[in-house]
């Protein structure tokens, strides 16, 4: 059984940074890239970074390029976003992805296994 766990989320002030970190197991992490994305609400879910198997390619959702950064320790089996510069349109919950192949993919579609999210507000 393939589970995702993520932590990290929590409540702090526009400008502040988080770190997000997701568990994997039940699969073999480092041959599939890895997502993250989020949904606030009323929202549909949104793309925010993707690193393929071997970390060495990484995309980001324009909205959070040059602030956020993906990152993968196979020897733990986690994926992580760090989020800098946080601003309140960052507020949402934060999803990681396990994806079907070694490549990096944009859309939530195209990922098998999903965690059960991880909540960030950003206050002004």
């Known amino acids: 059984q393939v589970q995702l766990v993520e932590s990290g989320g929590g409540l702090v002030q526009a400008g502040a940074s988080l770190r997000l970190s997701c568990v994997v197991s039940?699969?073999?992490?480092?041959?599939?890239?890895m997502g993250w994305f989020r949904q606030a609400p009323g929202k549909e879910r949104e793309f925010v970074a993707a690193i393929n198997s071997n970390g060495r390619t990484t995309s980001y959702a324009d909205s959070v390029k040059g602030r956020f950064a993906i990152s993968r320790d196979d020897t733990r089996n986690t994926v992580y976003l760090q989020m800098n510069d946080l601003k309140p349109e960052d507020t949402a919950a934060y999803f990681c992805?396990?994806?079907?192949?070694?490549?990096?993919?944009?859309?939530?579609?195209?990922?098998?296994?999903w965690g059960k999210g991880a909540q960030v507000n950003v206050s002004k």
């Open positions: 992805a396990s994806g079907r192949y070694s490549w990096l993919e944009t859309t939530p579609g195209s990922y098998e296994y």
């Open positions: 039940g699969r073999t992490f480092s041959r599939y890239g």
